[in-house]
């Protein structure tokens, strides 16, 4: 691993917790998704954060940045851009749209219609947009970090299988403690402490750590217990539809993220335990029997964690940096 690897995760994090305060486990959530050049959902009640995470990541890094709002009359060229014609130069002309920019904010994704919904499965997954018939390659790094509400359902659009997917992880913030949430008004009696934040990392280094995130050892048995927990969930009596062989690649990528941030060159099974529900949750659809009975795609992550046993250390490789 790299010297300054850690150090460069710690100016990230440190820099957002300027903003976001007393969600420490979420910062680095997201910093994850960062590193491993993932997309994030960002999903929970308003007025927690959810956008101001977004922004204070993206200000963070050195990277172009574009906002999009997502509205139920958004078009899909209002994301990916459209082809004008030169009256001068008696052609067309293309003129990019807010989705080539190298991180995409995109806030209530879930409130455009589903048309301009599916305007993002091609640029999230292959990087790329396809305009009139023309292939238009995006910026690298390409990360959408998109919001959403879950509880207000008036005017919004639930995410098809195939959006949520391609979402590396999901995250939730919840509400601050009282002791936190008196530092929030504390911070923001004069100014906005994000008006501030300042650029602490740039792009190249930024495209660096994800190649040393590519470096990190995963032993052939975490990669059979990452294996066996997504094939699990795929056999679990409350799903109807389980996780993905994307799945198991969102975990592998941000295990190794993961223990890179936490100064390690090897990825143990308890960093597997700890992404499982951010990396898994969102890509199981639990059946109407289990729904009915209140069991969350959560509850059922938890319960394939408890059944799927963990593999045992090999000699040298664990015991002795498990604490590290």
Not at 92 to 104: L, N, Y
Not at 109 to 118: E, F, G, L, V, Y
Not at 122 to 127: D, K, L, P, T, W
Request: charged share 20%.
């Amino acid at each position: 691993m790299e010297a300054g690897a850690n150090s460069v995760v710690d100016k990230i994090v440190g820099n957002v917790e300027q903003v976001i305060v007393g969600k420490r486990a979420e910062v680095e959530l997201a910093v994850v998704a960062l590193l491993c050049q993932g997309h994030l959902l960002i999903e929970d009640v308003p007025g927690v954060g959810k956008t101001t995470l977004a922004k204070s990541i993206a200000r963070s890094v050195g990277c172009s940045f574009r906002r999009l709002q997502f509205t139920p009359d958004l078009l899909p060229s209002d994301v990916t851009g459209v082809s004008v014609f030169n009256q001068k130069t008696a052609d067309f002309e293309f003129r990019p749209g807010p989705i080539f920019a190298q991180i995409v904010l995109v806030d209530e994704i879930n409130r455009a219609t589903p048309k301009t919904q599916s305007s993002l499965l091609e640029a999230m997954e292959e990087r790329q947009v396809t305009i009139d018939g023309e292939l238009h390659t995006l910026p690298r790094p390409f990360l959408v970090l998109a919001t959403q509400n879950p509880i207000e359902y008036e005017g919004t659009f639930p995410l098809p299988e195939a959006q949520l997917d391609r979402f590396l992880m999901r995250l939730n913030l919840g509400y601050p403690s009282l002791t936190d949430e008196v530092t929030i008004l504390d911070r923001q009696q004069h100014v906005h402490p994000i008006e501030s934040l300042q650029e602490v990392v740039a792009v190249e280094d930024l495209l660096k750590m994800n190649e040393s995130v590519k470096a990190i050892h995963v032993d052939a048995l975490v990669k059979q217990y990452i294996v066996a927990i997504a094939d699990a969930t795929r056999h679990h009596e409350g799903v109807y539809l389980g996780a993905s062989p994307r799945g198991s690649l969102a975990l592998f990528r941000t295990s190794q993220a993961l223990a890179l941030l936490r100064g390690r060159d090897f990825v143990l099974p308890d960093d597997i335990k700890f992404l499982a529900p951010y990396a898994l949750a969102h890509r199981i659809i639990v059946s109407p029997t289990a729904r009915v009975k209140d069991i969350t795609a959560d509850k059922i992550v938890m319960d394939v964690l408890e059944q799927v046993p963990v593999p045992g250390a090999r000699a040298g490789r664990w015991i002795g940096s498990a604490n590290s």
